[in-house]
């Protein structure tokens, strides 16, 4: 699907989504078949049955369908949600250095300065250049061109 998503500059026609929203529904029936849910007259307490990990994702795949396939007709939504993971990870990792931050105002600086970092990244600018300007009491110019 990425591939003919990324062929067709970014979305496809509403024809094409159908076709791979069937043949996405026919994934789901099969695994569907290959993890059923589970018995409820096997529950031994109160409460819901539990669920595998794997039905729990069935179930949500085939519950937010529309939200999972929505990059084949929105260019706006990438195919993967890498870059979103990767705007966290800097976060999570500074919180296993030192357990935690030491305050809420130093969680919030931390997180402006990443949230800064990564916004010049997506718009070609390193790292370095983006720290450098913002010393020196400039804008880059993609931020500049907004006010």
């Given at each position: 699907?990425?591939?003919?998503v990324e062929k067709a500059g970014g979305s496809v026609t509403e ?65 993967t949600n890498n870059q979103s993971e990767n705007d966290i990870r ?58």
């Amino acid at each position: 699907m990425r591939h003919d998503v990324e062929k067709a500059g970014g979305s496809v026609t509403e024809e094409e989504a159908q076709s791979f929203r069937r043949r996405y529904r026919a994934i789901l029936a099969r695994a569907d078949e290959e993890c059923p849910p589970p018995d409820p007259k096997t529950n031994s307490g109160r409460g819901r049955v539990a669920r595998s990990k794997s039905r729990n994702l069935l179930e949500r795949l085939r519950d937010f369908e529309v939200e999972t396939l929505r990059f084949l007709t929105d260019p706006r939504v990438p195919f993967t949600n890498n870059q979103s993971e990767n705007d966290i990870r800097m976060t999570k990792v500074q919180q296993k250095i030192s357990g935690c931050f030491r305050s809420f105002e130093g969680a919030r600086i931390f997180c402006r300065v990443r949230s800064y970092l990564s916004t010049c990244n997506k718009h070609g600018v390193p790292p370095t250049e983006a720290l450098a300007s913002l010393f020196s009491g400039t804008l880059p110019d993609f931020i500049a061109s907004l006010q």
